[in-house]
């Protein structure tokens, strides 16, 4: 099975665990990029409310997705979504590709958005196989 781990990080925690489980995986290790970077301000005067929205933000570049069996998604948690260049990554999965989410947080969780990603990874014509959090604190 050809798996890619695809992750979205602000702070670089996400990328350590993308690091792992691609590592864990014998995976390839892909990074979403937005074109315009958020940094701590903007993530939390914009990208809170677009995460919960479901929105995506344009990629400085496209990780390519084609031909992947299985596709771990990960990214950190904003507002209780995962934040939006998850929603961009999303965006990319080919159908028929069986679908990880790995989400990371610090004390909270991604309980109350977990249908609503699954809905959109549905929405693709994918399978969510896994959805889980990842505590950056423990
Ligand atoms: C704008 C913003 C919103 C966040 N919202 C949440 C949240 O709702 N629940 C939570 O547990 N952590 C929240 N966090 C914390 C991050 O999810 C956590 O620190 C994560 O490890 C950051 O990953 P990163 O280092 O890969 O960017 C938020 C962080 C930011 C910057």
């Not at 507002?79 to 990554?89: C, D, H, L, Y």
């Not at 028929?96 to 790995?102: D, N, R, Y």
Request: charged share 15%; with cysteine.
């Amino acid at each position: 099975m050809k798996t890619a781990v695809v992750y979205y990080t602000l702070g670089g925690s996400t990328r350590s665990f993308a690091r792992a489980e691609a590592g864990a995986r014998a995976a390839d290790l892909l990074e979403a990029v937005p074109a315009k970077p958020y940094n701590p301000f903007t993530a939390l005067m914009q990208g809170c409310a677009a995460a919960r929205r479901q929105r995506g933000v344009p990629l400085a570049q496209a990780p390519d997705l084609m031909g992947y069996d299985r596709i771990v998604l990960m990214a950190p948690v904003w507002g209780g979504f995962p934040a939006p260049p998850f929603n961009s990554m999303a965006a990319l999965l080919p159908a028929g590709a069986q679908v990880e989410v790995l989400l990371v947080s610090s004390s909270g969780s991604s309980e109350k958005s977990r249908a609503k990603v699954r809905a959109l990874i549905q929405g693709k014509g994918c399978r969510v196989v896994c959805q889980r959090d990842i505590h950056s604190h423990q």
